[in-house]
């Protein structure tokens, strides 16, 4: 794989094929049935729209940044974010940087109901995963990128450049990409976790937590069961998959489903494995004198991505843009990488990594090749209806 291409055109072949295939529905989260077709429905006809938005940046030297926990460089000794501290510094934008969003569907219901009334949410950037970003597209909260105030933008790998539900970039850039599968205690389960099987050992019972985000613990299971979550699968197939996790939390296996809030039981040791995310694993094994391990399920794994877009609501979109430009710079790409262990969306910053950290340049869980792609699957586009159907059947059989 050569240092100057991040992914192989083989790579970049199987990611679009998969991205091209990605669901960006978005799940019920708290809505009903009715609150979820509504949600899935067309353009709200709210005063959101970009138009009637304001851009202050000339004048108010702010952004607001809502991203997800461990997904930022951070220097424990400083207590900051390195370089999002250098920004402040170059730019002069007082960056405001919060860990808000936990799960998707949470986020959402907290900010759904002032975007409808074209409020501000607090945020000049919002970091959601492929399909909720889909939603926000869909229903006029984001505001288009201007590519003058963004050129790095020319800098996204050719596998994200041109996504199903943001065709030509024109609403969002890929923050992070990454794999779900299983994450461990090394100390506790010295054999590790590679199957579903070993995951649900008995002697896991009750210290196991899995994903709130469907896609992810759905895929993995209905995978282990033989079922292609990428493909057309049957009504019955999903629901097989939804009894064999509803049957393990009724026997006391699993005890929470959550958001990536999971990281701070596998601290604690309340939960010994989990269905997590890769990024989040490595980092708490880099933190934890390597304690904790990830691995692909030998049955398949899925691949999703987390992409910044700036809300309808935002007075402050050329600060947001000025942000978003910073971080497609190779090198600072390759520093946020360094720490984050996520797939990184920017061409060169594999050969930046060279120069910060050779072996994490070689990781295959942050420059994948087509090996480590070929175990992952991205869960299918899904109708309105199978939609409302299937997160119900999740939410139901999760307790919610």
């Known amino acids: 794989m050569p240092t100057n291409n991040p992914l192989s055109s083989q790579t ?4 679009r094929a998969q991205m ?40 108010e030297k702010i952004a607001r940044w809502a991203n997800w926990t461990l997904y930022l460089d951070y220097d424990e000794k400083s207590k900051s974010y390195p370089s999002l501290e250098a920004l402040k510094k170059s730019s002069g934008l007082d ?27 607090g945020y000049d950037i919002v970091t959601l995963t492929d399909w909720m970003v889909g939603r926000w597209i869909r229903l006029g909260y984001t505001q288009k990128i201007d590519e003058a105030g963004v050129p790095n933008k020319v800098n996204i790998l050719p596998a994200l450049a041109n ?30 976790v590679h199957t579903v099987d070993d995951l649900f050992a008995p002697a896991n019972k009750g210290r196991i937590e899995v994903l709130s985000e469907m896609r992810d613990t759905m895929g993995i299971i209905m995978q282990y069961q033989g079922v292609d979550p990428s493909g057309d699968f049957t009504e019955d197939q999903f629901m097989n998959a939804i009894d064999f996790f509803q049957k393990k939390i009724a026997d006391g296996f699993i005890r929470q489903v ?24 490595f980092q708490l094994a880099l933190e934890n004198k390597n304690k904790f391990d990830f691995a692909i399920p030998e049955s398949g794994g899925t691949l999703w991505s987390d992409n910044m877009l700036i809300p309808s609501t935002s007075t402050h979109r ?30 060169g910053a ?41 997160q119900s059947a999740f939410q139901k059989a999760s307790g919610n």
């Open 163 to 192: 996504v199903g539900f943001d065709p030509g970039r024109n609403n969002s850039l890929t923050w992070q990409t990454g794999f779900a599968g299983f994450g461990w205690n090394k100390q506790l389960l010295p054999k590790g």
């Open 318 to 347: 050329k600060n947001a843009e000025a942000v978003m430009n910073y971080y497609y710079e190779p090198a600072v790409a390759a520093q946020v990488a360094a720490y984050v262990n996520y797939i990184c969306p920017v061409e």
């Open 20 to 59: 091209s295939r990605r669901g960006f529905m978005a799940g019920a989260g708290g809505l009903g049935a009715a609150g979820l077709l509504a949600a899935c429905g067309t353009k709200s006809a709210s005063p959101s729209d970009a138009a009637a938005v304001v851009d202050v940046s000339d004048t």
């Open 350 to 390: 594999q050969a930046e990594m060279e120069k910060i950290d050779p072996v994490l340049a070689k990781s295959p869980y942050i420059f994948p090749d087509a090996q480590a792609l070929a175990k992952v699957k991205v869960f299918a586009s899904l109708s309105p209806a199978d939609e409302t159907k299937y």
């Open 95 to 121: 960056i405001t940087y919060k860990e808000d969003v936990d799960d998707n569907n949470t986020f959402y219901g907290k900010v759904a109901g002032q975007l409808k009334l074209g409020k501000d949410i």
């Open 258 to 281: 959550k958001g990536n809030s999971y990281k701070e039981d596998l601290i604690s040791g309340d939960a010994v494995a989990v269905i997590g995310w890769s990024g989040d694993v």
């Open 12 to 15: 970049r072949a199987l990611i």
